[in-house]
């Protein structure tokens, strides 16, 4: 990975401005910043100032030109990109097979035509057993992104699954802390919901894990803990020092489920321990070469990978919020 260029799809938000931290150890040769957002590009430039390695680039996945372009000498695309809000996705959904799969397809083509290295697709927990539109589609990139395996080309395309990220633009934690302060209450969907979660640092050595040893055709996944949503509201409002902070039951949005599933009881027997931090799911398709690397390899000894499974506990929810620096609070 060192002294090469990279492009970052949707790379104005906490998973690009990590990346981009992370890069600088891989003395990258450029850094090229691929997103619709105009405002947080002109915020992330007066960031990197007087680091010339950058290239900002306003643009949307959905525009294959326009991407054809930016692919041009890169050798690592990192394809972020795509609508992610449920409810958005949920009553727009032809916006998201818009951005989400057809735009992950102009990737895949844009990368082949300019002969990429690799193309790491993000996805999510929510791509397993889909309730919502927003995971069918990106079950669809997924998809995609294997068979593009299966083309006449040099680039591999890999997949890697991430559950929720800390503090990330949209989050739980941010939404719980505002409602404190302001309406001193918490809404949560169910009290039994449960989620997975993992720090921006641990998403970011997810992708570069991918990057490094993904051969094709194959999905990473970390092995991440699993919290109860009415744990961490808890552990919030105690950190808070506010009295009197309710928390309220407000149901079940449409599409949301329960409980998230990283890999399912189908994909089960196509999985294998990569490491003690990580698994690899194997697709049903065959790629020549790939089932073959992982022979060595141990299945996995789990029926499936479910949020529901067991959670970490509530101090242990504390410990991980401490360590990432979210029980502060800005008390104006």
């Not at 998201?96 to 990368?111: H, P």
């Not at 006449?152 to 997949?159: G, L, P, Q």
């Not at 309710?246 to 027997?269: H, Y």
């Not at 929810?317 to 800005?330: A, I, P, R, T």
Request: hydrophobic content about 35%.
């Amino acid at each position: 990975m060192n002294n090469s260029t990279f492009l970052i799809t949707g790379g104005t938000g906490s998973w690009g401005l990590e990346i981009v931290k992370q890069l600088f150890d891989h003395k990258p040769k450029e850094i090229r910043i691929f997103s619709r957002n105009e405002t947080r590009q002109v915020e992330m430039q007066q960031q990197f100032a007087n680091d010339d390695r950058f290239k900002f680039i306003i643009g949307d996945i959905r525009d294959k030109e326009e991407l054809m372009q930016a692919c041009e000498g890169v050798d690592y695309v990192f394809h972020l990109a795509a609508l992610k809000h449920v409810p958005v996705c949920e009553y727009q959904p032809l916006e998201a097979i818009k951005t989400n799969v057809l735009g992950t397809q102009n990737v895949i083509e844009s990368a082949i035509e300019n002969d990429v290295k690799k193309v790491i697709y993000v996805s999510t927990d929510k791509v397993s057993d889909p309730s919502n539109t927003y995971g069918i589609t990106k079950a669809l990139g997924e998809k995609l992104i294997i068979h593009a395996n299966l083309k006449e080309a040099n680039t591999k395309f890999i997949c890697v699954r991430s559950g929720n990220v800390l503090g990330s633009s949209g989050s739980v934690i941010p939404i719980f802390k505002n409602q404190i302060k302001k309406i001193s209450q918490i809404g949560i969907t169910d009290q039994r919901m449960t989620r997975f979660f993992l720090t921006i640092e641990a998403a970011v050595q997810l992708l570069f894990k991918a990057t490094i040893n993904g051969k094709g055709g194959e999905t990473y996944v970390l092995n991440m803990p699993s919290i109860k949503i009415a744990d961490l509201a808890q552990v919030l409002i105690k950190s808070s020092g506010e009295k009197n902070i309710e928390i309220k039951e407000i149901g079940v949005r449409p599409g949301e489920k329960l409980n998230e599933t990283l890999f399912t009881e189908c994909e089960s027997s196509r999985t294998v321990d990569f490491d003690k931090d990580y698994f690899v799911v194997l697709p049903s398709l065959t790629i020549p070469g790939l089932q073959e690397h992982y022979t060595s390899s141990t299945p996995v000894n789990l029926k499936e990978y479910s949020s529901a499974t067991k959670q970490i506990s509530i101090s242990e929810v504390e410990q991980m919020l401490m360590k990432g620096g979210f029980l502060s609070w800005n008390k104006s």
